[in-house]
């Protein structure tokens, strides 16, 4: 995965020169004062200002997918510690689907103790589908009396967009063209796909969504369950004359799908979604809805003759 992390200033060392005043114990002073700080800023924020403590917010719990291949979970773990840097008071927790630990029913479970005893599940998945709208519902309500709220998937949404057009940009898609190299190109949005009709939707938004950014036609395309593969969608987009196509990688993180999905790339292939900062942006936008959103009132029960 391309790194998205800032380059570290090095400009302070001169070549040959001494090391600067204090060296690695100026370097350690800092971090240990930037995590005061960000506790004591942390606990302020749940103070109100009549001096009250406000009630700590709802856990966030991203629920992934899980995957036999070692770097999408690193990967998780990064998008995790960028959604922590973006809200240091918030708990953020890790529940997988399959295939990881910690799988997504043992991490609520950990949670039923917990002073708020309530959380909001947040898939890092693109679409609705399977998962969406069974998996994860059936493992909330496994997990009474921890109180869940489950938010919407990350797609389609703008900030995706951004994170795919960055992603491409990265690989060497050109941010100017003319229009006779904009007339010969195209993008193949390669996405995992899924039986369920409402993950074609979602995946045909979020190609027509790039399409506008980009000025250029975007094809979704399947890595399984849906068709046409990327392999014929290049075909299709090449015999309409477009010959400089682009793969898009709409996987949150690399693995055996999107390897096999840029393989099929004529041209270039960009990295998946990963740890980009609208990634997070977008993560922590999904749960403000849900925690926006009021809950449902409860059923009163009818009284008995």
């Not at 790194?3 to 005043?21: I, K, Y």
């Not at 005061?36 to 991203?62: C, E, F, K, M, Y």
């Not at 809200?87 to 029913?105: D, M, W, Y």
Request: hydrophobic fraction near 45%.
């Amino acid at each position: 995965m391309t790194a998205s992390n800032p380059v570290r200033d090095e400009s302070s060392l001169s070549p040959g020169g001494p090391p600067p005043l204090g060296g690695a114990h100026l370097d350690s002073t800092a971090q240990l004062m930037n995590a005061i700080t960000s506790q004591l800023g942390s606990q302020l924020s749940r103070v109100s200002i009549d001096g009250a403590r406000r009630p700590a917010p709802p856990a966030l719990v991203l629920v992934a997918h899980g995957s036999r291949d070692p770097r999408t979970l690193s990967t998780v773990r990064s998008l995790i510690e960028r959604i922590r840097e973006l809200r240091p008071h918030l708990a953020v927790h890790l529940g997988h689907i399959e295939l990881n630990e910690p799988l997504l029913p043992d991490t609520l479970a950990s949670l039923q103790s917990t002073r708020t005893g309530e959380a909001v599940l947040v898939p890092l998945l693109l679409s609705r589908g399977y998962h969406v709208k069974r998996d994860i519902p059936e493992a909330a309500a496994a997990a009474a009396p921890l109180r869940t709220r489950l938010a919407a998937p990350l797609g389609p949404h703008p900030l995706l967009v951004e994170t795919l057009y960055a992603r491409l940009v990265e690989a060497g898609w050109r941010t100017r063209m003319s229009d006779s190299t904009r007339r010969a190109s195209g993008i193949v949005l390669a996405a995992a796909g899924s039986r369920d009709p409402d993950a074609a939707v979602d995946t045909r938004r979020t190609a027509h969504l790039l399409a506008e950014r980009l000025g250029v036609p975007v094809v979704p395309a399947y890595a399984s369950a849906a068709a046409p593969t990327v392999a014929a969608a290049v075909r299709a987009m090449a015999a309409r004359g477009r010959h400089r196509i682009a793969v898009a990688s709409y996987f949150t993180a690399s693995g055996r799908f999107a390897t096999e999905c840029a393989a099929a790339a004529p041209w270039i292939a960009a990295e998946p979604l990963g740890d980009h900062p609208a990634m997070a942006r977008l993560v922590l936008h999904r749960y403000d809805q849900a925690v926006a959103t009021p809950e449902p009132a409860p059923e009163r029960a009818l009284a008995t003759a």
